[in-house]
């Protein structure tokens, strides 16, 4: 079973920014790529932003591009979310996940077979 750890949710003002982190603790895995999911309330779990393992192909959704930048870390079981210009919109529960099967950086949650428990962010307006 691999675990993610999310970490680095918070309150910020509209405007602001947020650094999102994502740790695999497990020490064998298969890793082709990994991705940050939100969920706000009510609402369904949508796709934010993926990256190749090997950090060489990105992709965003439509509402975050050019405010978010996801990066792998300088350790190699680490991935971060870059949040910039935060909007209320972006309020949700974070999600990092891993897609061990696929590498196509999809948006569909069904391609990634491991997540973390989620991280608190709030956009105050």
Request: aromatic share 12%; net charge positive; charged share 20%.
């Amino acid at each position: 079973q691999v675990q993610l750890v999310e970490s680095g949710g918070g309150l910020v003002q509209a405007g602001g920014s947020l650094r999102l982190s994502c740790a695999i603790s497990s020490r064998s895995f298969n890793a082709y790529a990994m991705g940050w999911f939100r969920q706000a309330p009510g609402k369904e779990r949508e796709f934010v932003a993926a990256i190749r393992w090997n950090g060489d192909r990105t992709n965003y959704a439509d509402s975050v591009k050019g405010r978010f930048t996801i990066s792998k870390g300088s350790a190699k079981n680490t991935m971060y979310l870059q949040m910039n210009s935060l909007k209320p919109e972006d309020t949700a529960v974070y999600y990092c996940a891993l897609d061990s099967l696929f590498g196509g950086l999809g948006p569909r949650a069904s391609e990634y077979s491991s997540w973390g428990q989620g991280t608190q962010v709030t956009v105050s307006s």
